[in-house]
């Protein structure tokens, strides 16, 4: 990468900028994860949703131990004939694994999951007995 | 909270002229295009998206792609983590003339939409035989 310092003759730092902006890109895409998920929660229950564009179902794997949920799976790519060539490659593909921690214990059968339209929702219930206990208190 | 094998791509803007009169994000979706003997295909990725919300026109050259998501709001929970925001998505390409635009195909499966723009019949490449004299 270089840039032609000739193109921005009144401003010196420009260059520095497009080179900080442009790393800035770089580390971005390296560090953000996939799937991307958003997490909703209240005392009683969670939700996760994950955006999975290309997944088949069959490749999604959900699994829970204790507060931790893992989602794992793997985004194939598409076939394509021999002697194509790409103009575009911005998808990504391969393995992908997350985990995530939720404030409560998971009772695998109150974990629920759908997929459609490429989102994945789970929906996830706090089991009774983990739930707070009110304690009355008596009268001396 | 999280480990990592496959890197995701940040969400981008799409780039139109005029400003979405809808207060909702519009991205720029990710694609990916092939060109083979028959034509071009495009595969977009359109999460969210259900098949009735896809809108795909021609006009002149440019092909345009615009889709609604749709969104599921609770309004028990509480939003705790967040890593996208769901929106509309938009994009346009332009396509060469040897292209058939008449014969444009498009189906979405798992929010993927793939569009097949095939090439005019008589831009595809022929192989000629030879005869023997």
Known sequence: ?????????????????????????MTARATSPFPPVNIWQNGEAA??????????????DIEVKDNILTLSG????????????WHRRERAFGRFT???????????????????????????ARPDE???????IKAA | MTNHVTPASEQTSAQTLAEPARDRPVWRPLADILETADGF??????????AEDVEVSLD???LTIRARSQV?????????HSEYVPGDYERAFLLSDDLDGEHIEAELKNGVLTVHVPRLAEARPRSITVKAA
């Open chain 1, 1 to 25: 990468m270089f840039y032609r310092t000739a193109l921005y003759p009144a401003d010196p730092f420009a260059v520095m900028r497009r080179l900080s902006d442009s790393l800035d890109r």
């Open chain 1, 47 to 60: 939700a996760i949703t994950a955006e999975l564009p290309g997944v088949e179902p069959g490749d999604i």
């Open chain 1, 74 to 85: 793997e985004r194939k790519a598409p076939e394509h004939p021999e002697g194509a060539s």
């Open chain 1, 98 to 124: 997350r985990a995530i921690r939720l404030p409560f214990r998971l009772d695998p059968e109150k974990v629920e999951a759908r997929f459609a339209n490429g989102v994945l929702r789970i929906a996830v």
């Open chain 1, 130 to 136: 983990d739930k707070p206990r009110r304690i009355a």
């Open chain 2, 41 to 50: 295909t495009l595969m977009l990725e359109l999460p969210g998206v259900a």
């Open chain 2, 60 to 62: 002149k050259r440019q």
């Open chain 2, 72 to 80: 599921v709001e609770s309004d028990q929970l509480e939003p705790v």
